[in-house]
T-cell receptor, first 111, second 114 residues
């Protein structure tokens, strides 16, 4: 069953602006991962944050994790047209390696 | 470059006509996954192979079968496709042998059922 829920479902921003999306989940996790999917393509791994971590950075990406609220956020700074894609959070439950994906946030970056 | 390859990229089949989708990987990962993704929805895990061990998800219909003849290849067989099986099918791999938790995805096969 789907573990994560993402908010918002869709986001439209101007190039250069920041994009923030959120993911909430239901049960204890081992780690939470964010993936990007360009239209009609496979998913690409962006970043992994473990349950004992609170924040991670990778280039223009910043991920936070609040295990007390069972939520995570992904921030993309200084967005570019190439960031237009769907972004999915995926959780790995404690003592498991399988991933459960949220329904995703569709981000459109306008030039 | 090491990668996950899926063939074909687009597959059209007729209602009830068996179809096989293929996935190969050059990453030498020990786990291979098959996901189904319908439009604007989350990828849904159908089953996976951990080495040679097949692991089916409880809600995967019997209509879906899989084979993994060796480390590199994995196949998804849909025995009698229905209109509801039209979707993107994604293959992914991970290397749990080396503690890797990230999954590497192929480009997907879009299945159309007429």
């Amino acid at each position: 069953s789907q573990q994560g829920e993402e908010d918002p479902q869709a986001l439209s921003i101007q190039e250069g602006e920041n994009a923030t999306m959120n993911c909430s989940y239901k049960t204890s996790i081992n780690n939470l991962q964010w993936y990007r999917q360009n239209s009609g393509r496979g998913l690409v791994h962006l970043i992994l944050i473990r349950s004992n971590e609170r924040e991670k950075h990778s280039g223009r990406l910043r991920v936070t994790l609040d295990t007390s609220k069972k939520s995570s956020s992904l921030l993309i700074t200084a967005s570019r047209a190439a960031d237009t894609a769907s972004y999915f959070c995926a959780t790995a439950l404690s003592n498991d390696y399988k991933l459960s994906f949220g329904a995703g946030t569709t981000v459109t970056v306008r030039a | 470059d090491a990668m996950v390859i899926q063939n074909p990229r687009y597959q059209v089949t007729q209602f009830g006509k068996p179809v096989t989708l293929s996935c190969s990987q050059t990453l030498n990962h020990n786990v291979m996954y098959w996901y189904q993704q319908k439009s604007s929805q989350a990828p849904k895990l159908l089953f996976h192979y951990y080495d040679k061990d097949f692991n089916n998800e409880a809600d995967t219909p019997d209509n879906f079968q899989s084979r993994r003849p060796n480390t590199s290849f994995c196949f998804l067989d849909i025995r009698s496709p229905g209109l509801g099986d039209a979707a993107m099918y994604l293959c992914a791999t991970s290397s749990l042998r080396t503690g890797g938790e990230t999954q590497y995805f192929g480009p997907g096969t879009r299945l159309l059922v007429l």
